[in-house]
């Protein structure tokens, strides 16, 4: 006979040339000499030396154990004392009970959708992520999901969780933001055969996540199809001048014609209107001749006004200075200081008869 110690927290296996046959636990336990122990640590896993299923046929360990099946297409997730361990995968897994709080979650992968007894943050864990796939629909978007190619539900902003399996998952998203849709370099003949480039432009929201991404195929070609349309009817309709003067009312147009019809594909026009129009070189050259000669008529009719107003204006001056003697010499004195501003000096010559001619320049006569 021989002893064995078994200290606190820890368990023996007995056994008998290779066959098990007993469990022992803390104190001094009496042994033949043919029999050995295996100790275990009641803190740890398990770890069966053979069958499983022969060590359970023992009710004191099977008492003593806390059993884990996990099938295939199933993961257990692992809690020690609330606090997550550990991904089991499929099989048997053995686990001391009594010294740590143990739990175990059975997650079936074969379900995509992920229970709420699985924390949400536990899913970016090193060692959950290989088993979950994550959709992430931004602020500013919307989404819809598909299960196995048949619609399921329209995603709001937000992280979708789903376990990892067979069954196709996938997430139509869009930008449900005010959108620009531009059409440069629009090539278009007007009304009177002027061939014109046009850079255009569109805003518009998505309107129906359905519609657009579902019903029809690229909804932003098909948009950018209606607007050239559009673009080309009016141009068309009407000539270089015409164009050049209403402009502004493309955006009227386009906007009654391709809301309707946009609508079906899911979309809300917001805003459009002709950003440049680019004429050809011969054209520029003749409207640049017009302009320049509109303008030079305008200077020249200015021109004439003025004249006009300026002999007007003398005539008037000379009916008065003819009706009033003194309005005629002020006039005079008002010249001959305008002439004596620009003389230095003045030198005389002929005697008195200049300094009559000055006075008489200077003192108004007596009728």
């Known amino acids: 006979m021989k002893i064995k110690n078994i200290n606190a927290y820890t368990v023996g296996l007995v056994f008998s040339k290779g066959a ?28 069966a030396p053979c069958d499983l299923n022969i060590l359970l046929k023992d009710g004191k360990l099977a008492g003593a154990l806390n059993i884990v099946e996990v099938k295939d297409n199933e993961i257990a997730l692992q809690f020690e004392n609330n606090v997550f361990k550990n991904v089991l995968t499929s099989g048997r897994y053995a686990y001391w009970k009594g010294i740590l709080n143990q739990k175990f979650i059975i997650v079936d992968l074969n379900i995509n959708a992920i229970s709420v007894e699985v924390d949400s943050s536990l899913l970016s864990r090193k060692e959950i992520v ?17 299960i196995n190619g048949k619609f399921e539900k329209t995603l709001d902003a937000g992280t979708y969780f789903f376990w990892k399996n067979n069954t196709p998952i996938s997430v139509l998203k869009t ?14 003949l007007t009304k009177d055969k002027a061939n014109l480039r046009l850079n255009f432009f569109a805003q518009y929201k998505v309107a129906d996540i359905m519609k657009a991404l579902v019903e029809n195929k690229d909804f932003e070609k098909q948009l950018y199809m209606l607007l050239q349309l559009a673009l ?59 302009l320049i000669a509109e303008k030079k008529a305008q200077a020249n009719t200015i021109m004439r006004r003025e004249e006009t107003a300026s002999t007007r204006s003398l005539l008037n001056t000379a009916k008065l200075m003819e009706d009033n003697q003194m309005l005629f010499k002020l006039k005079e004195m008002e010249y001959v200081e305008k002439i004596a501003e620009k003389i230095n000096s003045i030198s005389l010559s002929g005697g008195n008869l200049v300094v009559d001619q000055l006075k008489q320049i200077f003192v108004p006569g007596k009728k």
């Open 175 to 188: 930008d449900i933001r005010l959108l620009q849709l531009e059409a440069a370099g629009q090539e278009i």
């Open 232 to 290: 080309r009817e009016y141009v068309g309709s009407m000539s270089l001048d015409e164009l050049l003067e209403k402009r502004e009312d493309v955006s009227k147009y386009v906007i009654n014609i391709v809301s309707q019809r946009a609508a079906v594909i899911g979309v809300e026009l917001a805003n459009c209107g002709i950003r440049d129009i680019i004429l050809p070189g011969e054209v520029k050259e003749i409207m640049n001749q017009v």
């Open 130 to 146: 290989n088993y979950v796939r994550a959709y992430v629909v931004e602020s500013y978007e919307k989404g819809l999901m598909f």
């Open 20 to 47: 098990y046959k007993r469990m022992i636990t803390g104190g001094r336990n009496w042994l033949s000499i043919f029999e050995e122990v295996i100790v275990y640590d009641m803190t740890k896993q398990f770890i």
